[in-house]
């Protein structure tokens, strides 16, 4: 990455020259860099533009449309303009990236202001801050106090934040929803000497994008949940495996790493405690598929981050073959509000029966699309209202509760809470907590299509049913939408989504399907439409 950033590309020489000095095999290097999306082999234009392919942007932004924008700022020899995966501004959609830099909250129905590419810059970063109740601080030195309380306290901190963790019931909320206190019991029991705390910050899946906004404004806690957790299981050293779309976002985590530094949260003797830990943040070389937490670890090995076969877990045999913690941005930061309030605060956050908070991000067919954090017991039509309503006052058609990855539901199912248990009973999942609505005139089963043609853009290749098989369920979908294949030939797809399912190796193969199969469950009439 680094002679990327330096050269803009990396060419033949360079990486005989760095196969040479770091004594690795060209071969090696070769597959790492044909592997990855962010790798250039020839020196980049003055002026490279990347706009978001996927269902959020595209839902805004018309054919038509997008082809007269990408033709109008695609004029000129040194200016390439290339269709991309999501970007994770889904709230700033269509998407536009300049020159690796967000141009949000701008986006490409702004074409014509964006004059000096080469200057655009985020011109969010300096936003204000939102009011969260998960945050305990009122201001930046009382950053790190929750950990600072327990170690002055002289309470066995592993067992306190172990404790509180199971009691509250705090899962994972990068998708796949495991225990939060569960795994850091596990971890805490592996009898090895070294050990990993990594953050997945690789959020990739279209309308997903929580965690950016999390990073960007709530570093402090995610980086405290990381302390809290190397602490706990005995390890030194946390990474933070950040999407390198993030470049914003990156800038407030290294500013917020320095301040727990200065406030002694960081280093080797954290808080006086007598225990090391540091963090430092490793810049994904982009894919969806490195959320993946066996391929994120490959990557960090310096290989092609495709998965491993499990078991083994990598809470115990992780990074380098030693005991690692994985757990995601939110979870992070929501571990370190869990450990400071203690349990019953958290219970009395949520609604009825419910426990705590979630952030979720929204985005497709409503006024303010954006991340809210919510009571957990908030149903979908309360969240939409959050965001401002149905855009143009239309109606609620259908919409997909967990990111791409989630089967679509009806507006029937509106009033269901997002919750994990209160999604699964409607037969979706809550997943990476990312809601993407569609209002009443939206044809499902062509935004399906699109959802299935990014995992088969984003399979790694590795698993010969998710290569093929996404491949050709791509190739049926375009052609019953042409006109060139009749629509029994879909048919087979329940069949091709059973044995991607129980064949593929990660969770990308074995949900590829899932929205297109529940498209047309519930809206069969737009298949013809």
Sequence with gaps: MQLQHEQGYVDDQSLKELSQRRKVPLYRLEGLVSFYTSFRRDPPPKITVQVCRDVSCIMQCSSRQRREFLRTIGQGDDVEVREVSCLGRCDTAPAVVVNDHPVAPLTLFDADKLGGWCDVRSSNEDDVRGNWCC???????????????????????????????????????????FPTGKKWDLVARESSETKYVICNADESEPGTFKDRVILSELPHLVIEGMILAGLTIGAERGIIYLRHEYGPERRRIEVALDNARRLGALGKNVMGSGHAFDVEVFESPGGYILGEETALLEALEDKRGEPRNKPPYPGTFGLEGKPT??????????????????????????????????????????ERPGVCEIPVG???????????????????????????????????????????????????????????????????????????????????????????????????????????????ELDVLSGLAETLEQTSICGLGQVALNPILSSMKFFPDDITR
């Design 135 to 177: 945050d305990p601080y009122a201001d930046v030195e009382e950053h790190y106090t929750t950990v600072k309380s327990l170690i002055t306290k002289r309470v066995e901190l592993a067992v306190v934040c172990i404790q509180r963790l199971i009691d509250s019931g705090l899962r994972g909320m990068g998708g796949a929803g």
């Design 325 to 366: 913690l994985i757990n995601n941005v939110e979870t992070l930061a929501m571990a370190t509000t869990i450990i400071h309030h203690d349990v019953p605060w958290w219970r009395d956050q949520g609604i009825g029966d419910f426990s705590g908070l979630k952030f979720i991000s929204i985005s497709g067919d409503v």
């Design 378 to 488: 908030t149903t979908v039509a309360e969240a939409i209202e959050l965001s401002g309503g149905m855009a143009d006052g239309k109606s609620l058609k259908a919409f997909l509760p967990g990111g791409a990855s989630s089967n679509f539901l009806a507006s029937k199912h509106a009033n269901v809470p997002l919750e994990f248990e209160a999604m699964r009973s409607v037969g979706s999942m809550l997943g990476t907590g990312a809601v993407i609505v569609f209002s009443e005139d939206r044809n499902l089963f062509e935004l399906a299509t699109n959802i299935v043609t990014f995992f088969r853009n984003e399979s790694c290749g590795k698993c010969v049913p998710c290569r093929t098989g996404s491949e050709r369920a791509v190739q049926m979908l375009e052609q019953v939408i042409s006109g060139e294949t009749d629509v029994t």
